[in-house]
């Protein structure tokens, strides 16, 4: 029921062509991209850079004493990585939620 509600609402924005519950349709691919700010100084900008590369995240800016990082993948991935950069100075978090899309040559 709140699937439906949700396409509904979703099928009312422009510019949407379609929504389709991918979770009905079979194999499909899901990422999500997040925009991640983290202010420090020092050791704490060395670790975030570290925890940054581990995780493939891309520094997309950068100041003296902040960075903000992209980092694009499944939604734990993004949790996790949130998560380790709790302690070294977390600021904002931007998400765009899950974008999906079938598996193989079958359209949505």
Known sequence: MIIEQIKAQLGRLVPVHKVADLTLEG??????LALVKVVGKGEKRVESL???????????????????????????????????????????????????????NKPI
């Open 27 to 32: 194999a499909h691919v899901e990422r999500e």
């Open 50 to 104: 570290r925890i940054a590369d581990i995780f493939r995240a891309r520094a997309v800016d950068s100041s003296n004493n902040s960075f903000v990082f992209e980092i694009v993948g499944a939604a734990s991935k993004i949790d996790a990585f949130i998560e380790l950069m709790q302690p070294l100075g977390l600021s904002e978090v931007s998400r765009t939620g899950a974008a999906a899309i079938s598996r193989g």
